[in-house]
């Protein structure tokens, strides 16, 4: 007998990537009921969340509590600036609400920590968003599962976003004031990159890094024991004036004897017709697998092309649905999801690992 219940959604905070939402409300069991966030945030966030609410045609609540009591909600759908992120899961999950949440999964261990308690104390389940339904994604992973190249033993990812990030390195004239970070990721909202949204400045590992992790995890099954990692700001003047990176490289200790590796940054709009270069290389005891991330696409050129459109477009890809699918099997079966709470915990602790490496130079062990 086929699943047929609808479930009523919050969406606490859409200031940061509000598509999570639309690809919850993409599929037919899941519905947009309330926005709603915290009377103090401030008033940019409250602009925000009001313009996504109308868009929806559905009520913008400065009350977060309240919205999740009065409105029959069984989801919560969590989006806010980086740091708030647990602080508004964990309350969601004290009142028994499943979660939905936006990417990183923390920016401290102590909150992760907190998170991971409140949500397995309540039941409730939980997705962290991602791309692992992209379909050269799965794929890859059937292949694996197939056994098509043996057994792997290597896996190597080429995580590239195509995003400018404001001026380029060396571009601030000497005596000028460095470049505020939330102001700027607050104006860089316009156009899409605005990833690192908050307070506190956050690099391309730290944004991105659960994206290329995700790939390694769920075509290998695999888990990261250690890291080796080195990262510079090379591309962009706002990463170099608040001390984070916006290229790293990775390397990585799995489980099993499984060695991994990941190169990841944000690169600049021009270096790429389509967004980026995403490439997953893997090796295995019979052959090989290479994968771009971007197939199938197709490319559209023609007279009077705006700059910044894309030449190179996706196509046929149902991530986002697929996600929501995902997420709605977990409820009505009570299982875990494609990626849970577990799964991203594993993610944030290498992610901080890496950064640790790269802090003090030395390999350091994920715990």
């Given at each position: 007998m ?27 069991r ?32 400065r ?10 909600i ?5 989006s ?20 939905v ?31 692992n339904?992209m ?8 292949q694996v ?16 976003f ?26 860089a909202h ?5 990833g ?7 690099g ?5 890094g ?6 390694i ?8 024991q250690r ?46 017709p ?26 559209i050129?023609h ?18 649905f ?34 640790e490496s790269?802090?003090t ?7």
């Amino acid at each position: 007998m086929a699943h047929s219940r609808k479930y009523r959604c919050a969406v606490l905070s859409a200031v940061k990537h509000d598509y999570v939402a639309r690809g919850m409300a993409s599929h037919p069991r899941f519905e947009l009921v309330v926005v709603a966030d915290d009377p103090h945030a401030p008033q940019w966030a409250h602009e925000r969340n009001q313009q996504f609410a109308d868009a929806h045609s559905i009520p913008y609540i400065r009350d977060v509590e309240r919205a999740l009591k009065e409105f029959d909600i069984q989801v919560a759908i969590v989006s806010p600036e980086a740091e708030r992120h647990c602080s508004l899961s964990i309350r969601a999950a004290q009142l028994g609400k499943h979660i939905v949440q936006d990417k990183p999964l923390a920016t401290r261990r102590a909150d992760a920590d907190q998170l991971v308690e409140a949500i397995e104390k309540a039941g409730v389940r939980f997705l962290m968003w991602n791309r692992n339904f992209m379909p050269a994604v799965l794929h890859a992973r059937e292949q694996v599962a197939a056994g098509a190249i043996g057994t792997p033993y290597a896996i190597h990812v080429d995580f590239y976003f195509a995003k400018d990030s404001g001026p380029p390195r060396g571009s601030r004239q000497l005596g000028y004031p460095p470049i505020n970070w939330e102001a700027h990721q607050i104006a860089a909202h316009i156009d899409g990159a605005d990833g690192g949204l908050g307070r506190e400045p956050m690099g391309e590992l730290a944004v991105e890094g659960i994206y290329p992790l995700g790939y390694i995890c769920f075509i290998t099954g695999s888990t990261v024991q250690r890291v080796f990692a080195r990262s510079t700001a090379f591309f962009h003047q706002v990463h170099a004036d608040n001390g984070v990176e916006d290229l790293a490289s990775v390397s990585l200790e799995m489980a099993g004897g499984l060695i991994g590796s990941i190169a990841i940054g944000r690169i600049g709009l021009a270096s790429h017709p389509s967004g980026g270069e995403i490439k997953l290389h893997v090796l295995g005891s019979l052959g090989a697998l290479v994968i771009s991330e971007a197939r199938p696409e197709v490319g559209i050129y023609h007279k009077n092309q705006a700059p910044k459109e894309s030449r190179q477009r996706r196509v046929a890809g149902e991530n986002d649905f697929l996600l929501a699918d995902d997420f709605a099997l977990a409820l009505d079966e009570k299982r875990d999801t494609v990626m849970g709470i577990r799964a991203s915990y594993a993610i944030f602790a290498t992610v901080e690992s890496a950064l640790e490496s790269c802090r003090t130079g030395q390999a350091v062990e994920v715990r």
